[in-house]
Nanobody, 123 residues
């Protein structure tokens, strides 16, 4: 069993930045690819970013490329999502997810999920 806990969600003005964190109970954490997904009110959950076990590979949704950066610190069992130049359309609950083996952009392929953290971007 892998438990994930997200933190860092806040109310922020458009153009601002936030960093989300997700700490995992996985042992070793380096055996898991990680991902970030988000879900806005009334919308389906969508892919945001994913990172491989050794951080050698990352993928981003087109909507966040150039603005968001996913990273990880395996010694701290933590994955991060640095969000820059935030837009109102980024408003959503952001979820951290984990899976064994390689990265994925598909939510159903991630077996473990955090509880989510709310990000609200005001115009």
């Amino acid at each position: 069993q892998v438990q994930l806990v997200e933190s860092g969600g806040e109310l922020v003005q458009a153009g601002g930045s936030l960093r989300l964190s997700c700490t995992a109970s996985a042992r070793p954490f380096s055996n898991y690819a990680m991902g970030w997904f988000r879900q806005a009110p009334g919308k389906e959950r969508e892919f945001v970013a994913t990172i491989s076990r050794a951080a050698s590979t990352t993928y981003y949704a087109d909507s966040v490329k150039g603005r968001f950066i996913i990273s990880r610190d395996n010694a701290k069992n933590t994955v991060y999502l640095q969000m820059n130049t935030l837009k109102p359309e980024d408003t959503a609950v952001y979820y951290c997810a984990a899976k064994t083996y390689q990265t994925s952009t598909t939510a159903s392929e991630f077996a473990y999920w955090g509880q989510g953290t709310q990000v609200t971007v005001s115009s």
